[in-house]
């Protein structure tokens, strides 16, 4: 199947609070998005981890 299951990770607090799918065919690069981390209490930067 292409969409993958990923996890997003905050950048400060390297926690690992979402997961979303992702189409590995069409999208190769890592995704990043500004959500909001319930751990630092404040939206971060949340990058794609393995």
């Known amino acids: 199947m292409p969409r993958e299951i ?4 905050c ?3 390297k ?3 979402y997961s979303t799918t992702k ?5 190769t690069g890592r995704l990043e998005f500004s959500k ?3 751990k630092c209490r404040k939206h971060t930067s949340h ?3 393995k």
């Open 23 to 27: 189409n590995k065919k069409t999208t």
């Open 6 to 9: 990923i996890q997003l990770q």
């Open 15 to 17: 926690d690992k609070n």
């Open 11 to 13: 950048g400060d607090c």
């Open 36 to 38: 909001f981390c319930r």
């Open 47 to 49: 990058k794609e981890v």
